[in-house]
């Protein structure tokens, strides 16, 4: 099993920037694929960005050129650098861990508020 547990979140005003950090436990050896994920009130949960084992990574339009992706393999540990924050930015941020044998684990989230 893997265990992960997201913090950094917090209140920020537009424009600002804040530094998730997800850490991972357990059985870090069969992740092959970190990701963050959001989820923003009344919506589905969506992707962010990911981040593969090679450390290919994928953004998704809203986070592309705003936001960085990133892990610490000695330290078992992904961040997410964000930058420029919108209002819209706001919602609960997840960790994602995906593993060699097909089974995701998720974090319990952070939130992230941008606001004036």
């Known amino acids: 099993q893997v265990q992960v547990v997201e913090s950094g979140g917090g209140s920020v005003q537009p424009g600002g920037s804040l530094r998730l950090s997800c850490a991972a436990s357990g059985s870090i050896f069969s992740i092959n694929v970190m990701g963050w994920y959001r989820q923003a009130p009344g919506k589905e949960r969506e992707l962010v960005a990911s981040?593969?084992?090679?450390?290919?990574?994928i953004y998704t339009e809203s986070a592309k050129d705003r936001f960085t992706i990133s892990r610490d393999n000695a330290k078992n540990t992904m961040y997410l650098q964000m930058n420029s924050l919108k209002p819209e930015d706001t919602a609960v941020y997840y960790c994602?861990?995906?593993?060699?044998?097909?089974?995701?684990?998720w974090g319990k989230g952070t939130l992230v508020t941008v606001s004036s």
């Open positions: 981040i593969t084992s090679g450390g290919q990574k």
């Open positions: 994602n861990a995906g593993t060699t044998f097909g089974i995701h684990y």
